[in-house]
């Protein structure tokens, strides 16, 4: 089986390369082919993936190219991991809205928007060319906003592209630890849009687990959300959040927090990861251990502005392994390749899942996956504030996808101005002059 990785000189690849070497099943990956517009990041993630296979039998062949349309042909899955604009865009995002006063969060809010409005024309270019190229190949997005980039690929590739987010998962074993709890044996009842998710029930044997663990205000602040949150909030929903609801729920302190750190996330990330190449290209040491330091560090800062702002310590050990979207994905190639059937939450096409949003509006929910694809299932309805949060979220996406589509700088600024983390016109007018005057990638958006 073949496997294309799209953005395979990111950072995260020797993730997935890892999880494929675990698998010795009949029908595993046996060639991977790395694409990525950037030699020198491909040559240097090719280094770790090689001394990581050392001494593996069996060990998937690795090619690496920067000719898209080499990469897609014969793919029978192909990863979309790229990163528009490179992490100097992420930083960029980040400050100007940070300046704003507003959230500049990669996936949240003015950062999230600018990113998508760089990201999307890009992505369907992609999906023009793996229909063209690899019309039969499934497309596993990776890349971010998954939700917003998922729904536009589906417009060219249909239901054969399908979103993953490792935050669901850790999620719901964290919140099955808490509950003592198996988490391989625990059914989430778990519904939104990626990175705005509401975790309303975890099954245990058929029965609801989630009112004991919200009656216990011990165990419900002996995991990361529970600190975020706070138990007397959590009780109050009634449910878990996804952790980038903190974003929305407590946005002042995130602001403050980001206003008021040394670096932001991007930035930290972005000088972290100039570091790691560069070392990588000079030689002189191991790649492997290079990259597994430079990780370690990465997993433990992750979400540390949001922690910093409601008071919370380190992460807990048991969540700085980095698994997590590269077992998703195994677990999700398999299901279709070998028909393996599994339960996954996966940002897919919403059907008759959810009242609303609409149909086509790819949401992010538990599905069963077999060899004809991901198949969502009955979920519990969301409640109205929860309604109205996701409702609002898919507007502003579909705003930028017609800016997308159209190059409508009216439709990118309603994607701006829309958003509940951006609280005035003038602002979101003043966003996105400044972005288009940052970005090359927004050149395409006119009056």
């Known amino acids: 089986m073949r496997l294309t990785i799209l953005g395979g000189g990111g950072f995260r690849v020797p993730l997935v390369h890892r999880a494929l070497l675990g698998d010795h099943a009949a029908g595993r990956v046996t060639h991977v082919t790395l694409h990525d517009l950037d ?20 060990a998937p062949r690795v090619t690496v190219t920067t000719d898209l349309d080499a990469a897609l042909k014969g793919a029978d899955f192909v990863f979309s991991a790229i990163r528009v604009g490179g992490l100097e865009g992420r930083a960029a995002d980040e400050r100007i809205a940070l300046e704003e006063g ?13 990113y998508g409005l760089r990201t999307v024309p890009v992505a369907l270019d ?52 808490a509950l003592g709890a198996d988490p391989h ?38 995991f990361e959300e529970g600190k975020l949150f706070g138990a007397d909030w959590l009780r109050a929903l009634g449910a878990i959040p996804n952790e980038y609801l ?53 997993e433990a800062t992750y979400m540390a502005e949001s922690r910093e702002a409601v008071g919370v310590g380190a992460r807990d050990a048991r969540d700085l392994d980095g698994g997590g979207y590269e077992h998703v994905a195994l677990a999700l190639m ?34 069963l996956v077999d060899a004809n694809g991901a198949h969502p299932l009955p979920v519990s309805p969301l409640p109205d504030h929860a309604t109205g949060l996701v409702c609002q979220v898919k507007a502003v996406e579909r705003e930028v996808m017609a800016a997308a589509d159209s190059g409508s700088r009216a439709a990118a600024l309603k994607a701006f101005a829309l958003h509940p983390l951006v609280d005035s016109v003038r602002v979101a007018r003043r966003l996105l002059d ?4 940052e970005h090359a990638g927004l050149s395409y958006l006119r009056p």
């Open 102 to 114: 507003v959230l500049g969060q990669e996936t949240v809010g003015a950062g999230g928007i600018a």
């Open 334 to 367: 398999r299901a279709i390749a070998r028909n393996e059937r599994a339960t996954l939450i996966l940002n897919v096409r919403n059907g008759s899942t959810l009242p609303v949003p609409d149909a086509e509006a790819v949401v992010e929910v538990p599905c």
């Open 434 to 437: 400044t972005y288009a005057r």
């Open 185 to 222: 044996e625990a059914w989430m009842d778990y519904a939104g849009l990626n990175h705005l998710g509401w975790l309303s029930g975890l099954r245990v044997g058929g029965r609801d687990q989630l009112p004991r663990l919200l009656a216990d205000s011990e165990a419900l602040v002996s």
């Open 246 to 298: 903190h974003y929305y729920y407590f946005s002042r302190e995130s602001v403050r927090a980001a206003q008021e750190a040394e670096l932001s996330r991007g930035a930290f990330l972005r000088d972290q990861q100039r570091g790691f190449y560069a070392l990588t290209e000079r030689g002189g040491e191991s790649a492997l251990e290079a990259w597994e330091r430079t990780r370690a560090e990465r």
């Open 39 to 58: 030699a020198g990041r491909l040559s240097a993630i090719g280094r770790v993936l090689a001394e990581q296979a050392e001494g593996i039998a069996g």
């Open 126 to 177: 992609i999906a023009r060319r793996v229909a063209a190229i690899a019309p039969d190949a499934w497309v596993i997005n990776f890349t971010n906003p998954a939700g917003l980039v998922t729904e536009a690929m589906s417009r060219h590739l249909g239901d054969r592209v399908i979103g993953i987010c490792d935050s669901p998962v850790g999620l719901g074993r964290r919140v099955a630890r």
